[in-house]
């Protein structure tokens, strides 16, 4: 059945109580996006674009004979029929709404089960019935709490991270420092408390390394993983890209989060969901020294950027690596680096760099 998929990517924050008014910023990223479907989409399948086609071209991928997906910028020219079949990055009910209204299949699990599951304090609490979540990590249901807690939990000088409850790519949350949350903290927790059921606080570690594990959940059966992509983040823990594939080292050393994240998926299955799932695990250095392992630091029931850098692997020839890269910076390194590396630009702000596999 061919597929309509439609990059919401502004997805959380539609899950927040009623659509808000999104920032320009937001907006002009979800529009960069939408070709980041082509990793998954086939030839007769169709992406929605509703900004306009992409403006970049698409002809080395042409060159080297892909069929690609085609662009629709305009709702009548959309196909209607139940042979059609809605692919969202996250299911929402106006996007069930307006699948059903052009008569599409729309496969979606009930949409407050979507919403739960991917509430930060739903995953908190799979940390806390799993024996997985760092020491300190809270949800705070006030103001009041958010000060009594910093000041038993957070050392002077000691880093943490204040998350609203639903949010993404680094997102919706604020860092502090030390037991004494300035204003800036406060204020924003102040609306933050007023708009949802609470905020997780996690003391900030020391990241060693991060990777994506990419679950498909079937609506009954054992949900499969489809495969592990490493995360390439900055100081600051936000996401600049991934990596296309691990060694055989980094997969051993990924095993007990593995082991742990199919706890997850069973438990995310039992709650009612079904599709897509991304968790984001990290090891990291604790300050005696010693690498931990902390396998459930996030969880999206929905398509990820690493579920799309697997797709990606199929433009990747064979005996080359390859990384998903979002920061032009890391792409100039690259090239630097690696004097045979090939740029191939996949959205309007990312790119996917392919060098030859050095350990062959």
């Known amino acids: 059945m061919p597929r309509i998929f439609v990059g919401n990517f502004d997805f959380e924050h539609e899950l927040t109580s009623g659509r808000r008014e999104l920032s320009r910023d937001v907006q002009k990223l979800a529009a960069d996006l939408v070709s980041a479907w082509l990793s998954i989409a086939d030839a007769d399948d169709v992406i929605w674009s509703p900004t306009g086609v992409p403006t970049f071209d698409f002809q080395d991928l042409q060159s080297r004979g892909f069929q690609l997906s085609r662009f629709i910028s305009r709702e009548f020219d959309l196909p209607d029929g139940e042979n059609w079949e809605l692919v969202p990055w996250g299911w929402t009910t106006d996007l069930v709404k307006w699948g059903s209204s052009h008569g599409w299949n729309c496969p979606a699990p009930p949409i407050d089960i979507v919403q739960h599951v991917n509430s930060r304090i739903f995953r908190w609490q799979l940390e806390q019935e799993l024996g997985i979540a760092l020491p300190g990590s809270a949800v705070l249901r006030s103001v ?16 943490w991270v204040l998350k609203a409850n639903f ?14 949350p300035g204003d800036p903290v406060l204020n924003w927790a102040r609306k933050r408390f007023a708009q949802s059921a609470g905020l997780v606080f996690e003391p ?39 990596r296309l594939s691990c060694t055989a080292e980094e997969l051993a050393g990924w095993q007990p989060a593995i082991e742990k994240a199919l706890q997850v998926a069973y438990r995310v299955q039992q709650s009612g969901y079904w599709g897509p799932m991304g968790l984001d695990a990290m090891q990291y250095r604790t300050p005696d020294g010693q690498v931990r392992c902390r396998p459930l630091q996030d969880l999206n029931a929905r398509y990820t950027m690493g579920r799309m850098a697997l797709g990606l692997k199929r433009f990747v020839p064979g005996g080359c690596e390859a990384d998903w890269l979002h920061d032009p910076r890391l792409v100039a390194s690259e090239i630097d680096t690696h004097a045979q590396a090939k740029v191939l630009q996949t959205t309007a702000r990312s790119w996917l760099v392919v060098r030859p596999n050095e350990s062959r």
């Open 167 to 180: 949010g993404m790519a680094g997102r919706e949350r604020i860092l502090g420092r030390g037991p004494l």
């Open 204 to 242: 900030w570690v020391e990241r060693v390394s991060e990777a994506g594990l990419q679950w498909n959940i079937p609506s009954a059966g054992e949900p499969q993983l489809l495969g592990i992509t490493p995360l390439l983040t900055d100081a600051s823990g936000t996401y600049r890209g991934s």
């Open 144 to 159: 009041e709490e958010l000060v009594a807690h910093t000041a038993e939990h957070a050392a002077h000088g000691a880093g």
